[in-house]
């Protein structure tokens, strides 16, 4: 390999609001928009072929003492506090050109570390810390303003957290990204019509393979929409989705669920970086309708309706430090049918409210140092309904 070191690349969705260059607070993970960063990477003999990641450590603390707390993943869930090796994360990846001509590239996302190893036990205890998070190839054909096709497990258009902590504007996960698919395992057309409307839309595998990766015994499909408008100045993106999956039932502990688990999921996200904040201030807004049914072990003919709301805000005081804030209400009918981790004695809570503000230090460069501090309130937050669970977190992301 030649290593060469880059200038300045958009880098979405691994690298975000943590890595922004000082100053300019950078886009959710999943604006479109893409925030332009500082990064190192290794470049292959074959031209355009990248290499570049980050190594993601930290230390959560649940004051509570009890694991039904911010359930996401396990490290979400630590009794008495753990230190962590959050994540490791490798892509190699060959992106497309912006010129509009036949073209092809491929992407791979690599994981490993107790977050990886959560995702891949599907929310279990699980040995493995190693999971796949993105794996594609992509093709343009220049029709009109160009098609991208994507063709392999990809990450999902819902929602505004996204599976990277240090792409998050804080550090642990709201409960809104536990009922949302994270990935979807397919094929993908997205089209843009002019410079300010894009649209997408993707099919692959049914609703438990595309979140956690539940051993289906159906061969139920999940379809997935997107309409993505972006201000002309780039400073603003509305991104509205929608997500529908049938006859993808699920099986755990060898107790087979007989269920449709038909699943419909709208999504809504909005994300603006004030101009006369000049560059410093980061508002954001997700929302999300939901409806499933027969999908809980003990009653197929079950059902249940999700809405949610969160509000994000960041601001850069300084080059050194940046404060972020986030409030969530989420409300699941029945928490069983949108996640199950009874094994584990994990529950997502049925009402949850959350508060949660983080501090991060851009102490050197590539280094950022986070700090946190979130209150829950709801029903399954602790072992007492209606209990406050409170949580503390510190993690130190380098990357590369």
Known sequence: MKKMIAGLFGMALMSGAAFADAG??????????????KVNYVETDVAGVRLNGYVDVGYIYNFTG??????????????????SVNMVKLTIEKALTDKNEWQAGFRTDLMFGK?????????????????????YVVFRAPYGNGIDVKAGKFASWLGYEVTERPANLNITYSQMYAVLPATMTGVSLEYPINNNLEVGVAIGNGARDTNFGWDDNRDGYG?????????????ANWQNS????????????????????????????????????????????NADLGYAEGTTLNDSSSSSTLWSAAGYAKYQFTDLFSLAGRVAYVHVGNPDVFYTDTLAGHFLAQDNTSFT?????????????????RVDIGNNTTSTEGDIAHTAAVQAVYTF
Request: overall charge negative; aromatic content about 12%; glycine content about 10%.
């Open 357 to 373: 503000l983080t501090a991060g230090f851009n102490v050197v460069e590539n280094l950022v140092i986070r700090a946190e501090y």
């Open 223 to 235: 379809i997935m929409a997107k309409v993505n408008y972006k201000v002309g100045g780039g400073n």
């Open 115 to 135: 977050d990886a190893g959560t995702f891949t036990g599907n929310g279990h205890a699980s040995t493995s810390e190693f999971f796949l998070e993105q794996g």
């Open 242 to 285: 929608v997500y529908y999956s049938w006859d993808s039932a699920y099986e755990i502990a060898s107790v087979p669920n007989n269920g449709s688990e038909n699943v419909v999921i709208y999504d809504t996200v909005f994300n603006w970086a004030p101009k006369f904040a000049n560059g410093k201030l980061l508002l954001g807004v």
């Open 66 to 83: 009890h694991a039904k707390v911010n359930n996401r993943v396990g490290s979400d869930s630590i009794n008495a506090g753990d230190f």
């Open 24 to 37: 300019a607070p950078a886009p959710c993970a999943k604006d479109l928009s893409k925030a332009v960063e």
